[in-house]
């Protein structure tokens, strides 16, 4: 079965850091980029950071570019985000998600997705 399982989410105060995981199964997770989405109440699903398979190239949203960092460990089927410096409006559920594509393209594009964790980032 195919699975994507996020976790690191938790609560921290603006300024910290956290990282979150995104462990893969179930597919060829060498294959496919790997994309990070948040969705904050009340506000659209948006992409963060996706990590291509083919060429490990990286894309950043520009609310975070900077403070993000997003790598992969494909001996381990694992994404990682890297979050710095963070701020209130960091404060989201964070999704990670795979297109076989390898694109990094938008929402539409990936084909599996996680149940999401919570990043809540107080003041």
């Known amino acids: 079965e195919v699975q994507l399982v996020e976790s690191g989410g938790g609560l921290v105060q603006a300024g910290g850091s956290l990282r979150l995981s995104c462990a893969a199964s179930?597919?060829?997770?060498?294959?496919?980029?790997i994309g990070w989405f948040r969705q904050a109440p009340g506000k659209e699903r948006e992409g963060v950071s996706c990590?291509?398979?083919?060429?490990?190239?990286?894309y950043y949203a520009d609310s975070v570019k900077g403070r993000f960092t997003i790598s992969r460990d494909n001996a381990k089927n694992t994404v990682y985000l890297q979050m710095n410096s963070l701020k209130p409006e960091d404060t989201a559920v964070y999704y990670c998600?795979?297109?076989?594509?390898?694109?990094?393209?938008?929402?539409?594009?990936?084909?599996?997705w996680g149940q999401g964790t919570q990043v809540t980032v107080s003041s």
């Open positions: 998600a795979a297109d076989s594509a390898d694109i990094c393209g938008l929402p539409w594009d990936y084909e599996y």
């Open positions: 179930g597919f060829t997770f060498d294959d496919y980029a």
């Open positions: 990590i291509s398979s083919s060429d490990g190239s990286t």
